[in-house]
C-alpha cells in the first residue's frame, strides 16, 4: 500500500524545510552562547571574587536555555516567509534563507560588539539608558563613541564578524544530513519515524518557546534568569536581544507607569504620614506645605547648587584616601565653614534625573519630566527657582553643553528660572561634545555675577566620556596616582583617564568655590554628584561605593554640625536644606523632601535607599540592608522605610502628571 502525493507536498519536500529551519535555529543558540562565553571569559575582571567554575557553568546553562527564546524567534523571522516561499516560489527560497539571516545576523554582531564598551560604562548588560539616549544629543553621541570607544574599528569588526558567519550559515544549510534509508521501509516504520522526527519538532518549539523549558511553569525568562550570585554572571545571562528587550519592557512599564499601581487611598494616606498631618484633605498641595524650622536673619548673597558630572563619593572615603584625586574636596570638606554628609543618593541613573529632581524637586517616579507638556505649562509648586525667586533671589541656570540637550534650556526657563546659559553663551572656548571645560564654564559664571543676590544651578560636563581633558597638561600626575592604585589596576589606561578627570572636575571647582568666596565671602555652595555609577577602582564596588554621591554645604552660615550627625538624604532633600539656610524662621514653602540640617535621615531614589549605616535596593521585600562602614548595618524599620519610598514614589508619580487633585476620575481620564 502506498499513498502518492505532488513532489511539492511530499513528506520529503516537507522535510528539507523543516530542516532548514532548525538548522538556522541550532546556528542561532550555538551563535548565542558562544558569544556569552566569549563575553564572561573577556571580562573576566569583572568577576566576584567569590566567583567559581560553577558559577560560570550556571551561568552558561541558564543563559543557553534562554537563548533558544532567542533562537526560536530569530529562526521564526526567516522560516516563515522562506517556508511560504518554499511552496509557491521555490527558486526565491535560498535568497530568502540567507538574505533575511544575514540581516540578522549584523544586526546581533553589532549588538555584541557594542555590548563590551556599555557594559564597561553601565556595568548592565544593554539596560533603559538606551531609550534614555534617544533623547540625548545624536551628534555628541556619535562622535563620543567614534573618540572614546572606537566606532569605526568596533563596526569594521562587526561586519567581519557578519561574514564570518554568514559564511558559516550558508554552508550549514548547504550541508545534507545523512538521512535513514528509510524509502523502502514498510509504510508503518516510515510513520514511526516521521512521528518521531515531528515529535522533535515539537520539543524544539516548545524550548524555544518557553525558554529551555517543556512549559511556563519553569520557563526562563529575563525577569527570573539571573540565579547566580554574580552581578556580572546574571547580566551575562542575557543575550543582547533579551537584554534589548528587558529594557523594552521596563521602559513601558516606565511610560504607562505600572510600577505605581496605587490607589487614590494609598496616596493620601503616604502623603498625611509622610507630612505628619491627618489624612482629611485629598489635595496633594497641603502635604507638601513646610515651614522653615531654625532659618537664618542672615541670609547669603548668593546661593550655588552645583551638580558635578560623575561626582562619586568613594574617593572621599578613608580606603581611598591615599590615591591622589580629591585633594582638594578633601580640603574644602576639612574647612571650618564646611560641613559633610557621605550618606547621600542621586535622583536617578543618569543626568536628567539630578535636573529633574533640583529644579521641579520631585524623585524620578516614571516620569520624564522633560519631555511632559504638563511640565511646560507651569512650575511645579515644588519647584525651588519661584521659591527663591520670592526670598529675593535672582535665578540662573548654568550649564557647560548645549540648550537643547533634554530640552533642559526650554525645561528649566519653563519651572521658573529667570535666565538659561549654556555653552551657546561662552563663546569659543574648548571643551567635548557633551560640553566646555569646567574651567571655562566657571569663568563664565563669575564674569556673570554681581553684587545682587542670585541662585545659581551649575551643571558641568567634563567628568564626562569621552574623557578628551588633556588632564596631564593641567597639573595631573598620572603617575603618581598609578603608584596608588592596587598593583591589579596600575596597567589600566583607561581607569586612569577617567580618575583623571574627577582631579581635574574637583580641583576646577574647589578652585571656582574659593574665587567666588574671596570676591563675596557672604556666598553659600552646595556640592553634589549628578550621579554616580560610571567608574570605580574595583570592577566590583559594594553598592555604597557604587551608588552614592556626596553632600557638601560650605559658605555663609555653615559650621561643622550644620548638618544632623545622622543625616542622609537624596537631591529631593537639597532645596529644602537650602529654605533652612536662607530663609527667616517661619518661612513657608512647599517641597516633597526634607532638610538635612532638621529631620532628613534617610535619602530614596529610583531604586535605592540609604542611612547613615546602611544602603540597600528599594524593591525588596523585606528590604535588605548592606552595611556602609563594612561592619553590621542597623537593624532598620523596614515598615516606615518601606512606606517612605512609596510616599516619595507616588506623590512624585501623581503630583506632576495628574496635579495636585486626588481623583479618580482624573486617573480614568488620562490613564496610566
Known amino acids: 500500500m502506498s499513498i502518492n502525493f505532488p513532489s511539492r507536498f511530499s513528506w520529503e519536500n516537507f522535510h528539507r524545510v523543516i ?9 542561532y543558540l550555538a551563535v548565542l552562547s558562544l558569544f556569552r562565553l566569549f563575553f564572561i571569559l573577556w571580562l573576566n575582571d569583572y568577576w566576584g571574587p567569590q566567583t567559581s567554575g560553577s558559577d560560570i557553568a550556571l551561568a552558561l546553562w541558564r543563559g543557553s536555555r534562554l537563548s533558544m527564546q532567542t533562537a526560536g ?12 516561499a518554499h511552496y509557491l516560489l521555490p527558486k526565491i527560497e535560498n535568497y530568502l534563507w540567507l538574505g533575511i539571516n544575514g540581516l540578522l545576523l549584523m544586526v546581533l554582531s553589532v549588538l555584541y560588539m557594542a555590548s563590551f564598551p556599555y557594559y564597561r560604562i553601565y556595568r548592565m548588560n544593554f539596560n533603559q539608558m538606551i531609550f534614555t539616549g534617544m533623547n540625548e544629543d545624536w551628534g555628541a553621541l556619535f562622535w563620543t563613541m567614534v573618540d572614546q570607544y572606537a566606532l569605526p574599528a568596533r563596526f569594521a569588526g562587526a561586519m567581519l564578524l557578519t561574514f564570518v558567519l554568514w559564511q558559516l550559515l550558508r554552508r550549514l544549510l548547504a550541508w545534507q544530513m545523512p538521512l535513514l534509508p528509510i524509502a523502502h521501509w514498510p509504510l508503518w516504520g516510515k510513520m514511526v519515524v516521521r512521528a518521531a522526527f515531528l515529535y522533535l519538532v515539537y520539543i524544539a518549539v516548545l524550548l524555544g518557546i518557553f525558554g529551555g523549558s517543556l512549559g511556563w511553569q519553569t520557563a526562563v525568562d529575563w525577569e527570573n534568569a539571573g540565579v547566580t550570585k554574580d552581578e556580572f554572571l546574571n547580566e551575562a545571562i542575557l543575550d543582547n536581544p533579551q537584554a534589548i528587550y528587558r529594557a523594552y519592557n521596563l521602559n513601558s512599564r516606565m511610560l ?69 584625586i580629591a585633594e582638594d574636596l578633601r580640603g574644602l570638606v576639612m574647612a571650618e565653614d564646611s560641613d559633610y554628609c ?37 512650575p511645579y509648586p515644588t519647584a525651588s527657582a519661584p521659591q527663591m525667586a520670592k526670598l529675593g533671589y535672582e535665578t540662573n541656570f548654568f550649564y557647560a553643553g548645549p540648550a537643547t540637550w533634554e530640552r533642559i534650556g526650554a525645561f528649566t526657563q519653563a519651572q521658573g528660572f529667570q535666565h538659561f546659559y549654556s555653552r551657546g553663551d561662552f563663546g569659543d572656548v574648548p571643551g567635548s561634545v557633551w560640553g566646555c571645560e569646567d574651567e571655562c564654564l566657571y569663568a563664565n559664571i563669575m564674569e556673570r555675577l554681581t553684587d545682587a543676590p542670585s541662585f545659581n544651578i551649575i551643571l558641568n560636563a567634563s567628568n564626562h566620556s569621552p574623557y578628551d581633558v588633556d588632564v596631564e597638561a593641567k597639573g595631573f600626575d598620572k603617575e603618581k596616582v598609578r603608584a596608588a592604585l592596587p598593583a591589579a589596576y596600575q596597567q589600566d589606561e583607561e581607569l586612569l583617564r577617567e580618575l583623571g578627570h574627577y582631579w581635574y572636575a574637583q580641583r576646577e571647582l574647589v578652585k571656582f568655590v574659593r574665587e567666588v568666596k574671596a570676591k563675596y565671602p557672604d556666598s553659600l555652595f552646595v556640592i553634589v554628584g549628578d550621579h554616580g555609577d560610571r567608574y570605580n577602582i574595583e570592577k566590583q564596588p559594594d553598592m555604597y561605593a557604587r551608588y552614592g554621591i556626596p553632600f557638601i554645604v560650605t559658605g555663609k552660615n555653615i559650621h561643622k554640625g550644620t548638618l544632623l550627625a545622622d543625616s542622609a538624604g537624596s537631591q529631593i532633600d537639597i532645596f529644602p536644606t537650602l529654605m533652612e539656610l536662607t530663609a527667616p524662621k517661619g518661612t513657608s514653602y512647599m517641597a516633597l523632601g526634607q532638610s538635612l540640617t532638621t529631620t532628613s535621615t534617610k535619602g530614596v531614589n529610583y531604586g535605592f535607599w540609604i542611612t547613615r549605616t546602611a544602603i540597600g535596593k528599594a524593591d525588596t521585600v523585606p528590604l535588605v540592608p548592606e552595611a556602609i562602614a563594612g561592619g553590621e548595618a542597623a537593624v532598620i524599620d523596614d515598615q516606615a522605610m518601606q512606606d517612605y519610598i512609596n510616599a516619595i514614589r507616588a506623590i512624585s508619580w501623581w503630583r506632576p502628571k495628574y496635579g495636585p487633585i486626588l481623583d479618580q476620575k482624573i486617573l480614568d481620564e488620562k490613564g496610566r
Request: aromatic share 10%; charged share 15%.
Open 256 to 324: 504607562a507607569c505600572n510600577g505605581l499601581d496605587f490607589t487614590m487611598e494609598d496616596i493620601q494616606q503616604l502623603a498625611a504620614n509622610l507630612s505628619g498631618k491627618p489624612a482629611d484633605t485629598n489635595n496633594l498641595d497641603v502635604y507638601l506645605q513646610r515651614n522653615v524650622v531654625q532659618g537664618t536673619e542672615q541670609p547669603p548673597r548668593h546661593v550655588f547648587v552645583i551638580l558635578s558630572e560623575s561626582l562619586a563619593n568613594w574617593p572621599l572615603l578613608d580606603k581611598y584616601k591615599d590615591i591622589p
Open 19 to 27: 530542516v532548514k529551519g532548525l538548522k538556522v535555529y541550532a546556528f
Open 73 to 84: 524567534a530569530l529562526t521564526l523571522i526567516s522560516f516563515v516567509p522562506a517556508f511560504t
Open 342 to 378: 557621605p550618606t547621600f543618593l542621586p535622583n536617578g541613573a543618569s543626568t536628567v534625573s539630578a535636573v529633574t529632581g533640583s529644579v521641579a524637586g520631585v524623585a524620578d517616579a516614571n516620569l520624564y519630566l522633560t519631555t511632559m507638556p504638563e511640565s511646560f505649562a507651569a
